[in-house]
C-alpha cells in the first residue's frame, strides 16, 4: 500500500507542488494544486508514514517533502526516479498481477515467451519505449559511476556497451576515463530514440551501432559491458551471449557484468531478491551471485574473474580473454 500510495502521489505531482511552495502545505492547499477532490487529498497525505505528533484540535497538518523526496520523486531533481517509479507502476506493478501459486510453485503466463518477445512487446509504443529509457537513465545517473569505477577500466580504450540504452552509463564511462571511446549497440529503434533525446553531439566520444547482439556482428572492443542484461536471460543464453563476445574481444580485453548481485545463500539482499521477482513475471532470467555469474563467464572461455560489491544497488564482474 506504501508503493501505490507513492505512485499516485508521483503520478499527480504533490511532491513536485510540496517542492514549488515556500512552506509546508495542507491537503486542501494540495488538492487544489494537483486538481484533485479535498477528500481524496486527505486520505492519501494521511496515508503518508509521519512521526504521532499530538496536535490541537485546532491545528491542521501541514506537509512539505523531505531531502529524499525532493531528490528522488520531483520531476526537476537531477537525481530524480519519477520516470523509474512510472515505470514501475505501469508495467512492473501490473506484471505481478499475474503471478500465482499452483502446488506451492510459483508460476507465471508471461513466462510461455521468451524474453525477446516480451522485451518487444515492451515497445510496442515510443512512449513505452520513452518511459524505459528514462528510467534507465535515471538509475545510472544515480548509481553509474560506482559501477564503472569499481575496477580500474583506464586500459580499456575502446569500449562497447550492449544494450546501452539511454547512454547514461556510456557518459560515465568517458567521464571516468577521458581517454576511453563507447560505441552503444543496441536495436535500431532504441538507437534512433536514444540518439534524439539523450545522447548529443557534445558527447563527441560516444558512437552508435545498430544491431541484435544474439545475432549480428558485434564490434571488436578491448572491453564489452552488460549492464542489467544477463538477468534478463536463462543461463543457456548467457553463454552463447558470453561466447559471441569472447569470439569479437581483442585478446587481453575484458566484459564487465553490471547486475544486483544476489548472497551465496540468497538470502539477501532485498532488492537483489526483488528483482529476481522481477525477472520472475518480466522475462525468462533471474538475479545471481558472484559464483554463478563466474561460472557462466568461465563456461564463455573468460579467465581470472572478479567481483566488486559497490555498496549500492548495483555491483560489478570482471572477467578476462587471455592473451
Known amino acids: 500500500q506504501h508503493l501505490e500510495t507513492v505512485f499516485t502521489s508521483c503520478e499527480l505531482g504533490v511532491f513536485d507542488v510540496l517542492e514549488a511552495a515556500e512552506r509546508p502545505l495542507t491537503a486542501e492547499e494540495v488538492s487544489r494544486a494537483v486538481g484533485a477532490s479535498v477528500d481524496g487529498a486527505e486520505r492519501l497525505t494521511s496515508s503518508y508514514p509521519l512521526p504521532p505528533l499530538p496536535l490541537p484540535a485546532h491545528v491542521s497538518v501541514c506537509y512539505s517533502n523531505t531531502q529524499q523526496a525532493s531528490a528522488f520523486l520531483t520531476r526537476s531533481s537531477p537525481t530524480s526516479l519519477y520516470q523509474a517509479v512510472q515505470f514501475s507502476s505501469g508495467t512492473n506493478y501490473l506484471c505481478w498481477i499475474t503471478l500465482c501459486v499452483d502446488g506451492g510453485l510459483c508460476l507465471n503466463i508471461m513466462l510461455v515467451l521468451p524474453s525477446e518477445t516480451t522485451f518487444s512487446q515492451s515497445f510496442l ?3 513505452e519505449m520513452g518511459k524505459f529509457m528514462q528510467l534507465m537513465n535515471a538509475i545510472w545517473n544515480i548509481c553509474g559511476k560506482d559501477v564503472i569505477t569499481a575496477f580500474d577500466l583506464s586500459p580499456f580504450k575502446n569500449i562497447c556497451d550492449l544494450g546501452g ?3 547514461a552509463l556510456a557518459k560515465q564511462c ?3 576515463y577521458p581517454e576511453c571511446n563507447v560505441i552503444i549497440f543496441d536495436l535500431s529503434k532504441v538507437v534512433q530514440m536514444s540518439r534524439k533525446h539523450f545522447v548529443t553531439e557534445a558527447d563527441q566520444r560516444i558512437s552508435f551501432q545498430e544491431g541484435d547482439f544474439f545475432k549480428d556482428s558485434l564490434p571488436e572492443a578491448d572491453l564489452y559491458i552488460l549492464s542489467r542484461i544477463l538477468h534478463d536471460w536463462t543461463d543457456q543464453r548467457c553463454i552463447e551471449l558470453l561466447r559471441r563476445i569472447h569470439k569479437a574481444c581483442r585478446s587481453g580485453g575484458a566484459v564487465l557484468v553490471v547486475e544486483a548481485l544476489l548472497n551465496q545463500d540468497g ?7 526483488l ?3 522481477n525477472m520472475l513475471v518480466q522475462t525468462e532470467g533471474r538475479e545471481r551471485t558472484d559464483a554463478q555469474y563466474a561460472a557462466l563467464l568461465a563456461a564463455a572461455g573468460f579467465s581470472s574473474i572478479q ?3 559497490t555498496g549500492k544497488i548495483y555491483d560489478a564482474v570482471l572477467g578476462y580473454k587471455q592473451e
Not at 267 to 273: C, K, R, Y
Open 125 to 127: 509504443s515510443d512512449e
Open 275 to 277: 528483482y529476481s521477482l
Open 307 to 309: 567481483h566488486r560489491r
Open 165 to 167: 540504452c539511454s547512454g
Open 267 to 273: 538470502s539477501g539482499p532485498l532488492t537483489a531478491q
Open 174 to 176: 568517458t567521464s571516468s
